[in-house]
């Protein structure tokens, strides 16, 4: 457990799709130190750790040390390849999540603006 308090914190923690990888571990740790985790998973990988929350197959590993169960503020799909959305090249644009050409800046905004309220301060 982290000996610090970060109460009253919000935390980010990228690339958890399991309870067994390294960004598991260390929501939890946060978690404990008293931070609200918002979570960011692969896109392909969101599904299949959204469906483990809800089906309780992680629930052992969701207990905290005092007891409580692990809780997300937020769960974000999120591709960290490219720093800016100027930098996704046309070819692969947001047609993998979002149909459409003329729809993409709406659909950028729909992920990129609550995304962006996590990882400024509060």
């Known amino acids: 457990m982290l000996s610090i308090d970060l109460s009253g914190k919000r935390a980010l923690v990228a690339g958890v799709s399991d309870d067994a990888g390294f960004g598991f571990a260390i929501a939890k740790a946060l978690a404990e130190a008293g931070a609200s985790v918002c979570l960011g998973s692969w896109p392909p990988a969101l599904g299949i750790f959204t469906k483990l929350l809800e089906r309780g197959k992680i629930e052992e590993s969701l207990r905290l040390a ?3 169960r692990l809780e997300f503020e937020r769960i974000y799909p999120l591709d960290a390849a490219f720093d800016t959305m100027a930098e996704v090249p046309e070819s692969m644009g947001w047609t993998s999540w979002c149909t ?13 603006t609550p995304l962006a309220r996590v990882i400024s301060p509060r």
């Not at 729809?103 to 729909?110: E, F, I, M």
């Open 66 to 68: 005092d007891g409580r």
């Open 100 to 112: 459409a050409s003329p729809t993409r800046p709406r659909c950028a905004r729909r992920w990129w």
